[in-house]
Each structure stands twice: as structure tokens, then as C-alpha cells.
């Protein structure tokens, strides 16, 4: 089994920037791939994919709402990934969570295992 922890969430203003880590422990051998999803307010909200990083490489995918303004990285001496976000706005307002998959997939119903997230709220 694999365990995520999310932190770094908060309350930052318009332009503002946050950095959130994901802390991986437990069966890390069998990780392909980390992403970052989030899910805005409101019930039936779906996770929305927001970038992803190969455990192992390094390689990094993102969104479309995340490219210019999100940098995805790990550091596998700490067992954690990243997500720096900058320039942020109202529209990025959500509880981000980090998942674990076998293979490079965009979808969140492909992901074995998941923190329990962290609210980062983007408001004056």
C-alpha cells in the first residue's frame, strides 16, 4: 500500500502563490506515476486533473488551467512531490488532493490511492 499526506493548503489572494507537497510513504517501489487533482465546491464536483510527475524520470504533464502558472516536481530523496503554484486566481479555488497510479493516465478513477487533500481558497 502506498500513503499520501497533503499540506500546504490556504488562503492567498489573487496573484498570490502557494507551494503544496504531497509526502508518499509506504510501497513507493510500485509508483509510475504522481498527479495532482481538484475538486471546486459544490456537490457532484468532479477531480479535475491538474498535473502529473513520473516517480521515477521525472517527467511532467499538465493541464491546459495549469501550464505558465503550476510546476509539478518530486524529490525522491524525500518521498514528496510538489505542486508550486503561482499567479493564482479565484477560478483555482478547491481541495487538492495527490493520487498514485501504475501508468500515465489523466483520469481520476485510474488512481489507487490518495491523500486526504488540502483547501487552498484564492479570495481578496
Known amino acids: 500500500q502506498v500513503q499520501l499526506v497533503e499540506s500546504g493548503g490556504g488562503l492567498v489572494q489573487p496573484g498570490g502563490s502557494l507551494r503544496l507537497s504531497c509526502a508518499v510513504s509506504?510501497?513507493?517501489?510500485?509508483?509510475?506515476?504522481v498527479a495532482w487533482f481538484r475538486q471546486h465546491p459544490g456537490a457532484g464536483a468532479e477531480r479535475e486533473f491538474v498535473?502529473?510527475?513520473?516517480?521515477?524520470?521525472?517527467?511532467?504533464y499538465y493541464a491546459d488551467s495549469a501550464k505558465g502558472r503550476f510546476t509539478v516536481s518530486r524529490d525522491n530523496a524525500e518521498n514528496t512531490v510538489y505542486l508550486q503554484m503561482n499567479d493564482l486566481e479565484s477560478e483555482d479555488t478547491a481541495v487538492y488532493y495527490c493520487?498514485?497510479?501504475?501508468?500515465?493516465?489523466?483520469?481520476?478513477?485510474?488512481?489507487?490511492?490518495w491523500g486526504q487533500g488540502t483547501q487552498v481558497t484564492v479570495s481578496p
Open positions: 498535473a502529473t510527475v513520473r516517480w521515477n524520470g521525472g517527467t511532467t
Open positions: 509506504g510501497r513507493t517501489s510500485s509508483i509510475y506515476l
Open positions: 493520487g498514485v497510479a501504475g501508468r500515465f493516465t489523466t483520469k481520476a478513477s485510474d488512481y489507487s490511492y
